[in-house]
Structures are given as structure tokens and as C-alpha cells.
């Protein structure tokens, strides 16, 4: 049911939605680029107080450090470019495995980590797993089989989710990479090759989008 009220920070510039953790069990998100640092600096100063947990994702060193100095409890994550302020959420008793085709995926996947990792979620890394080597991958099958859900983190033409989903009736979610070359056309093929999967229980979120796969994930393996 929507508030009666407005339910809503106006800031002018941006309208902080705090309710949202309510609604829909997960707060509002920040997400850092576009966003200057006073824009930064006033969000955060109004959600305080708001949300037991404020997330920014995407979010710079050089904001991070700005933004420390008003908020000397701000934590932040280099290589996810994660910063949080608050309490990380109740632990889960589920875990959710990330998975990633090479080393240049870790980056996006550690979005996903560690977000889902702030929710309350015990997470198992299983990188660099990618085809190009797939029995590097037949070791941790049991690994796979024992989670709730699993993300596969991978660039180039993306064909780890297939592979993955093929070892496991564990629901797969698809997180496509920017990371490949030129016919790669930043990260589409990536995108491609993992919606027209022929192996059945995969879904896909958008290039890149860590937060968004870790959103997912999170949703599923807890849902009651």
C-alpha cells in the first residue's frame, strides 16, 4: 500500500525515497556518478537518522574521501566502489555464490559481494572459472550446488552462464561484463550471448550492473 503521506526528502535536486526500505524490505540505494559532492554531502546528511543502512554504489575514492570528512564512520570498498554508513543488515542462513569468467570481472562481481554481503548474506567467490579453462570450474560444482542462488560475473562472449547453469538446478542470474575486445562492443555480446542461452533457468540484468545481480540474488535466496 503507498503512504497517505508524501513519503518523500524534496532536496530539490534529488527526492530521497525513505520509505522505500519499508515497501519493498531494502533501502534506497545512492548511486554516486553524476551526483556532485555537495549533492553527495546533502543526501547522505538527510537520510541519517532515515535508514538503519545507507549504500552508495559506483562511488569514487576521491568522493569517498570527501564525503569521510563529514561522515567520519563512512566505510568504503576500492575495488567494488562501495561506501556505506550504518549497520550492515541481519546475517542470512543462505548463501549466494559469484562467480566470474576472469580476473578483469572482479570488479563488477565485487559489487555484487559485497552489497549482498552488507544485506546479511554469506557469500562464496569463485573467480577466474571462465571456458577458456571450464575444468577450472568442476572443482567447486559442489560449492555451486550448495547455494541458494548463483551470479555469474563475465565478459568476452559470456558463455560461463551457460556452462554454470548446465552443473547446478540452482537459478543463475547473468551479469554481463563490459570486458572483452573490439567486436566485444562494450559488453553487448556479453549481454547477447547470455540471453540467448540455450541452457534454461538463467536470468540476465544489465552491463555491469553488480548492484542490480546482488539485488536479485538477495530477493530470491530469501524470499519466504
Same mark, same amino acid.
Given at each position: 500500500?503507498?503512504?497517505? /503521506? %508524501?513519503?518523500? =526528502?524534496?532536496?530539490?535536486?534529488?527526492? !530521497?525515497?525513505?520509505? *522505500? $526500505? +519499508?515497501?519493498?524490505?531494502?533501502?534506497?540505494?545512492?548511486?554516486?556518478?553524476?551526483?556532485?559532492?555537495?549533492?553527495?554531502?546533502?543526501?547522505?546528511?538527510?537520510?541519517?537518522?532515515?535508514?538503519?543502512?545507507?549504500?552508495?554504489?559506483?562511488?569514487?575514492?576521491?568522493?569517498?574521501?570527501?564525503?569521510?570528512?563529514?561522515?567520519?564512520?563512512?566505510?568504503?570498498? /576500492? %575495488?567494488?566502489? =562501495?561506501?556505506?554508513?550504518?549497520?550492515? !543488515?541481519?546475517?542470512? *542462513? $543462505? +548463501?549466494?555464490?559469484?562467480?566470474?569468467?576472469?580476473?578483469?570481472?572482479?570488479?563488477?562481481?565485487?559489487?555484487?559481494?559485497?552489497?549482498?554481503?552488507?544485506?546479511?548474506?554469506?557469500?562464496?567467490?569463485?573467480?577466474?572459472?571462465?571456458?577458456?579453462?571450464?575444468?577450472?570450474?568442476?572443482?567447486?560444482?559442489?560449492?555451486?550446488?550448495?547455494?541458494?542462488?548463483?551470479?555469474?560475473?563475465?565478459?568476452?562472449?559470456?558463455?560461463?552462464?551457460?556452462?554454470?547453469?548446465?552443473?547446478?538446478?540452482?537459478?543463475?542470474?547473468?551479469?554481463?561484463?563490459?570486458?572483452?575486445?573490439?567486436?566485444?562492443?562494450?559488453?553487448?555480446?556479453?549481454?547477447?550471448?547470455?540471453?540467448?542461452?540455450?541452457?534454461?533457468?538463467?536470468?540476465?540484468?544489465?552491463?555491469?550492473?553488480?548492484?542490480?545481480?546482488?539485488?536479485?540474488?538477495?530477493?530470491?535466496?530469501?524470499?519466504?
Amino acid at each position: 500500500m503507498l503512504p497517505r /503521506k %508524501k513519503g518523500f =526528502i524534496d532536496l530539490g535536486f534529488a527526492k !530521497l525515497d525513505y520509505l *522505500r $526500505e +519499508k515497501r519493498r524490505g531494502l533501502p534506497e540505494i545512492i548511486f554516486a556518478p553524476g551526483k556532485d559532492l555537495q549533492q553527495l554531502k546533502k543526501i547522505v546528511t538527510n537520510l541519517k537518522g532515515k535508514n538503519t543502512l545507507i549504500i552508495l554504489s559506483r562511488l569514487e575514492e576521491k568522493k569517498y574521501k570527501f564525503l569521510k570528512k563529514t561522515f567520519p564512520q563512512l566505510k568504503y570498498f /576500492k %575495488k567494488a566502489q =562501495i561506501g556505506f554508513l550504518g549497520r550492515p !543488515l541481519p546475517k542470512t *542462513r $543462505e +548463501k549466494i555464490s559469484v562467480v566470474t569468467g576472469g580476473t578483469s570481472d572482479i570488479p563488477i562481481a565485487e559489487e555484487s559481494a559485497v552489497f549482498l554481503e552488507l544485506l546479511g548474506n554469506k557469500v562464496e567467490r569463485i573467480y577466474d572459472v571462465g571456458v577458456a579453462g571450464f575444468h577450472r570450474l568442476l572443482p567447486f560444482q559442489n560449492k555451486l550446488n550448495s547455494s541458494k542462488v548463483i551470479i555469474v560475473s563475465a565478459g568476452m562472449e559470456a558463455a560461463l552462464a551457460s556452462l554454470v547453469s548446465a552443473l547446478t538446478k540452482r537459478p543463475v542470474i547473468g551479469l554481463p561484463t563490459s570486458i572483452g575486445y573490439g567486436s566485444h562492443f562494450e559488453g553487448l555480446a556479453s549481454l547477447l550471448g547470455m540471453l540467448n542461452s540455450c541452457s534454461p533457468g538463467i536470468g540476465v540484468v544489465n552491463i555491469d550492473n553488480g548492484i542490480g545481480a546482488g539485488y536479485l540474488a538477495h530477493i530470491i535466496a530469501n524470499n519466504e
